[in-house]
């Protein structure tokens, strides 16, 4: 009788206890643990995730400045590597009724995306890595909060909030800032609004006019959901 390798696994949580205790769980359950770590460890492992069959990515870190949700940079950075069908990606967060969160995931390439209480008990998380072809995808639908924003299925708010990081634009978009405010002169705001409106398929909100661009109010409102910033913060 052929001998099956045990499927390898990576957890990826910002909890050490949690990522400890979930790792540990996996092991038991006949899995082979290839890693468990942070955010940032994760980005760091390199050439490591041609050897991991799954990864269970946690979205949030809420003690980041810019981007809360550094499980979007991790399924990023594995799916440069590894193909949908090379390495299963599961995503759980406690923001699992974001469907900005749930956009972002599905641009970035993950698989699955779960609540915490959906895969509390070992079982579940398990039936979704072993048995993938009987979970449930990523699913994004045109709700209020997306339209809200000026996004449809088709916007890339990670494409745009790489965009802002790459400029150096970050300090631009703390909640509340104001337009005026902004030491840029009035050709460069509308130049940024105009170049991220694009990148991410922002529409103006309420009723588009066309060749309208969004108002500033709008895409820092935008940016700061997308990076789970609250407006009050």
């Known amino acids: 009788m052929a001998v099956v390798d045990p499927m390898r696994v990576a957890v990826i949580d910002d909890d050490l206890w949690v990522r400890t205790g979930r790792a540990t769980a996996l092991a038991e359950a006949g899995l082979q643990v290839v890693a468990a770590c942070d955010h940032a460890a994760a980005l760091a492992l390199g050439d490591a995730w041609d050897q991991v069959d799954a990864a269970v990515v946690d979205a949030w870190d809420g003690r980041e400045a810019w981007d809360r949700f550094p499980g979007v940079a991790v399924v990023e950075a594995i799916r440069r590597r590894r193909a949908p069908a090379q390495t299963l990606i599961v995503v759980i967060s406690g923001h699992v009724l974001s469907d900005v969160l749930r956009l972002r995931m599905a641009e970035a390439g993950a698989d699955f995306f779960y609540g915490h209480e959906e895969v509390r008990e070992l079982d579940d998380l398990l039936a979704v890595i072993r048995s993938p072809e009987q979970a449930r995808r990523v699913e994004v ?9 000026g996004l449809s299925r088709s916007s890339r708010p990670n494409a745009a909030l790489a965009d802002i990081t790459r400029r150096g634009l970050t300090g631009a978009f703390a909640p509340g800032t104001s337009q005026k405010a902004l030491p840029a002169g009035r050709r460069t705001l509308i130049t940024a609004r105009r170049r991220l ?3 991410a398929g922002l529409a103006p909100s309420g009723r588009p006019t066309a060749g309208r661009v969004p108002e500033w109010r709008q895409v820092v409102r935008f940016v700061n959901r997308a990076r789970g910033v609250s407006e009050d913060e």
């Open 141 to 149: 639908v045109d709700t209020g909060e997306l339209q809200a924003l």
């Open 197 to 199: 409106s694009e990148i």
